[in-house]
Each structure stands twice: as C-alpha cells, then as structure tokens.
C-alpha cells in the first residue's frame, strides 16, 4: 500500500475515507472511473459526500498514485504499479514507439499511448524472489 506510505510520508492524514478509496483502487482488477469509486466508497460508507471522493482522487494523482485519463467525457482513474509492492514506475513513452508504428502499418489504427496501464513485478522485488 505505497499510497498510504506516500501520504504518511507528506505528513498527510489517512482518513479512513483516504484508506477506503487506495484500497478499492489497489483492489481492482479493472480501471475505475471517479463514479464507480464513489458507488464503492458510499456502499461501504453511506454519507460520503463526493467532494471527498474527487479531491482523494485529486491528491492522489498529485502524489503519483494514480493517473486520470480523459475518454470523452468520461475520466478514468488507473494506477500503474508494481503487483508485488505496490511500487509506481514510469517509463518513457518513446519505449512504445515501435508498437505506435506497427498498429499504424497493420491497422491503420494510430494508437495513443500517454496513459497506460501495464502489470508486472518490478526490479527490485523480482530480484529478492
């Protein structure tokens, strides 16, 4: 639960509505948009008003524990970590190229690759294994 250490860390209080909402997002096999969080949040905390929810969701994108991805009008919340730790990578975006220009040669299908989501184990804990 790297969120909850990064909170801590920042002499950030983890509410108990804080906890709840890395925990759904941590839980979740899928993204989530800031809506579904909020149904999951209330259905375990009635009374949780949504403001609460979205600046979670705001703070914690500041931290780098989540990521928001525009689709229309939707916004999609995903986090990018590493299965065993709960660690955040990044990567640079030009490691994607190669797959950007074979979709576009296959395809024809010019893919955008600013916000991802790719599961693994890191380095470091990949090593201790």
């Known amino acids: 639960m790297s969120c909850a250490i990064t909170l801590k860390g920042k002499g950030l209080k983890?509410?108990?509505?804080?906890?709840?909402?890395?925990?759904?997002?941590?839980?979740?096999?899928?993204?989530?948009?800031?809506?579904?969080i909020l149904d999951y949040v209330r259905?375990?905390?009635p009374g949780v008003?949504?403001?609460?929810?979205?600046?979670?969701?705001?703070?914690?994108?500041?931290?780098g524990c989540?990521?928001?991805?525009?689709?229309?009008?939707?916004?999609?919340?995903?986090?990018?970590?590493?299965?065993?730790?709960?660690r955040s990578l990044e990567c640079d975006e030009g490691l994607f190229l190669p797959v950007e220009r074979a979709l576009d040669a296959e395809y024809g299908f010019q893919a955008e690759f600013k916000h991802m989501l790719v599961n693994g184990i890191c380095r470091d804990c990949r090593h201790r294994s």
Not at 70 to 75: C, I, K, M, Q
């Open 43 to 45: 259905a375990r905390m």
């Open 14 to 36: 983890l509410t108990p509505q804080r906890r709840l909402i890395i925990d759904i997002i941590h839980d979740s096999e899928e993204h989530l948009t800031a809506e579904e």
């Open 66 to 86: 989540v990521f928001k991805s525009e689709l229309g009008d939707r916004f999609i919340y995903h986090h990018l970590v590493c299965q065993t730790c709960g």
């Open 49 to 63: 008003n949504k403001s609460t929810v979205y600046r979670t969701l705001e703070l914690l994108e500041e931290l």
